[in-house]
């Protein structure tokens, strides 16, 4: 899977972009705030819908104008198809071939893109949710059916919390309708605690020779936690309601996989207790290099890798590796501030991009 060519109209600071990249490596440079994360921003949005910066998709719109839209030509298995995004102050609207897609969870999934950004070095330090969120964001792009579960878990629980406030204020604390409830946050519970696991198991498959062959030291695996583990509905359900008076109390529900969790363990150590922020970092790039093997696993096609400022995070030597252990099929992107610190051998071998406020054009002279 490549994408072969980009088209952005009124997409942040570029008014208008026309742009053909390389089959295998592209290098994006300039100084901050000229445009270049804001271009891969848009490849990210061809694939999710969605800014891996923000939530408010109206302000993707460049100033002034009143939508965006982001087109993309995009190969796979030799077939060549137009994708595109457009958001305006109406809503969001998604294309495959110049026809509408109505329902988002059947556009993502089709075009797969694994991210690596100084943010995601944060990610083991971060909350519960944040590292649930990167999950849920990869498993949906494997599997489209799981943001349709994840889906309706999310409006089961919902009305869960809601019922359970409403009993605390009732007198009448009958709980056959609880356990319906119950019962089905239970069934949508069990089918993404299922991909869940899978998708960390398979991580696993590959995680540690990753962080080997980069960083040369380590036994790094992922652990997933829940609450769900080694249980059954009914097991559950008795769970569930030896909690129904603490819930009614406090208006939640106690048990669930919105409290699931992944560790990042180096050598037996969770890293969010014992690790350095470089090992963090590493066992964050490790985990994301990992994907790019299971994405081909389960689409028999490699995704598009994006690497946003990876030399602020990284040195020279270690993205050297990375770049060398990547399978010369996977189309990657790389966007840097220090144009110079890459190795000759990697720009020979690169289409070379500077930015220049909102303007690109291919460099030629590197």
Known sequence: MKIDSINLVNFRNYESLNIKFSKFLNIIYGKNGMGKTNLIEAIYLLSLTKSFRISNDKSLIKKGCLKTKVRGEIIKNDDLSSYEVIISNDGKNVLVDNNKVDKISDYVSKINIILFSPFDTRLIDESPSERRKMINIEISQLYKEYLIILANYQKILKQRNFYLRSLYLNANKDTQYLDILTRKLIEYGLLIYKYRSNFCENINKYIGEIYNKIFKNGNLK???????????????????????????????????????????????????????????????????????????????????????????????????????????????????????????????????????NGNIKEDTNE
Do not use: C
């Open 222 to 356: 992922v652990k997933y936690i829940s609450n769900y583990k080694n249980k059954n509905s009914e097991q559950l359900l008795k769970s569930y309601q030896n909690n129904y008076k603490k819930e009614m109390e406090i208006g939640k529900t106690l048990l669930g996989v919105h409290h699931d969790d992944i560790a990042f363990i180096l050598d037996d150590n969770n890293l969010k207790d014992w690790g350095s922020e470089g090992q963090r970092k590493n066992a964050i790039i490790s985990f994301k290099l990992a994907e790019i093997n299971l994405v081909y696993e389960v689409k028999n096609n490699y995704p598009i890798l994006i690497l946003d400022d990876l030399f602020s995070e990284l040195d020279k030597e270690k993205i050297t590796n990375i770049l060398k252990i990547l399978d010369k099929n996977v189309q990657t992107f790389i966007t840097t501030t220090e144009i110079n610190k890459i190795d000759k051998k990697i720009k020979d071998n690169a289409k070379i991009f500077k930015v220049d």
